[in-house]
């Protein structure tokens, strides 16, 4: 049967909020979860991903569960490890502990970041193409995909690994306009990767239909997701505003952008 109880960790977060907006549609009923309280939302499961007693009761009788909560930028290893590492273990253990069947894991792009860009007529990069993560963060999702793989190998556990490139209401910046995934785009992909049969452990990138797209969107396809938005109407703009991606600039150079060499700072 398809799931309809989810839980989503991390929901006060950027992705968190704007899912909450859009799931229900799909029938969802959502049990939130995050460290930080979320207004108007008293139902939610307060605590961190190192509590494994709250998670085990926030886990209990959902059909599936959406893991965003976690450090989304970089930081300190050790920080990285007690809530990127250990709390998705933490959850993992915790679902399979209450016999939940599904994770829909959070990865990132910067699993991969280190990976060159392709150029001009160069094929788009492929979901199995070696994992090269651009900061402790992007190592961080590198162990929860093979995390996942473990859970499904060992205890039958299925998960769908999102290599989620840029969710955010609009893209900002040219390198988004190859990695945006619109909020829309993100809601139909989650529901995808909840309701197609069979998953194992599959590994997907996760963007809108973009023009200037650098990764393959098939094994993303193949669940059931039709992306229908494209960033190109904003490309004018933000070209003119901040110049096209050069051959020299490092940032410009690989799929992981400014996270290679100049990464964005968790500031708690
Ligand atoms: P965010 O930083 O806005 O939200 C993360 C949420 O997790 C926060 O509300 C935070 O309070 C919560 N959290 C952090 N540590 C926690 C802990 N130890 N226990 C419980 N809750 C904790 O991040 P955003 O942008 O919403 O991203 C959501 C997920 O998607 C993250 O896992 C991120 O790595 C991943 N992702 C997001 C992308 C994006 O474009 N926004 C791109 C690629 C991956
Ligand atoms: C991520 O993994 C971050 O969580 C998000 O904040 C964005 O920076 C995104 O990647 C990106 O690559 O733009």
């Given amino acids: ?141 590198c162990f929860g995909e093979d995390l996942a793989q473990l859970y499904w190998d060992k205890h039958g556990l299925e998960t769908v690994s999102v290599r989620i490139g840029s969710c955010f209401p609009e893209p900002t910046s040219v390198r988004m306009l190859s990695v945006w995934m619109s909020p829309a785009d993100g809601a139909r992909l989650f529901h995808a990767a909840l309701t197609a049969p069979d998953v194992g452990h599959t590994v997907v990138y996760g963007s809108s239909a973009n023009t200037r797209l650098w990764w393959d969107l098939s094994s993303a396809r193949a669940l059931g997701y039709e992306p229908r938005d494209d960033s190109e109407p904003y490309a004018e703009k933000l070209i003119a505003a901040q110049g096209d991606l050069d051959e020299e600039t490092v940032s410009h150079a690989y799929l992981g952008g400014h996270f290679v060499n100049d990464p964005p700072v968790w500031p708690y």
């Fill in 1 to 141: 049967p398809a799931p309809r109880t989810v839980l989503l960790t991390g929901a006060a977060g950027g992705v968190g909020t704007l899912m909450r907006g859009l799931l229900p549609a799909y029938g969802y009923t959502l049990r939130l979860l995050d460290v930080r309280p979320i207004e108007d939302e008293p139902d939610t499961v307060v605590a961190d991903l190192s509590d494994r007693d709250a998670l085990r009761e926030a886990v209990r009788g959902v059909d599936a569960i959406i893991h965003l909560a976690g450090i989304s930028l970089e930081a300190p290893f050790e920080k990285i490890l007690r809530a990127n590492i250990e709390g998705t273990y933490h959850l993992y253990e915790a679902a399979r502990e209450e016999g939940v069947g599904r994770i829909v894991f959070a990865s990132s792009n910067h699993a991969v970041g280190f990976t060159p860009r392709p150029r001009g007529d160069d094929p788009l990069i492929p979901v199995d193409t070696p994992r090269r993560p651009d900061t402790f963060y992007g190592l961080s999702k």
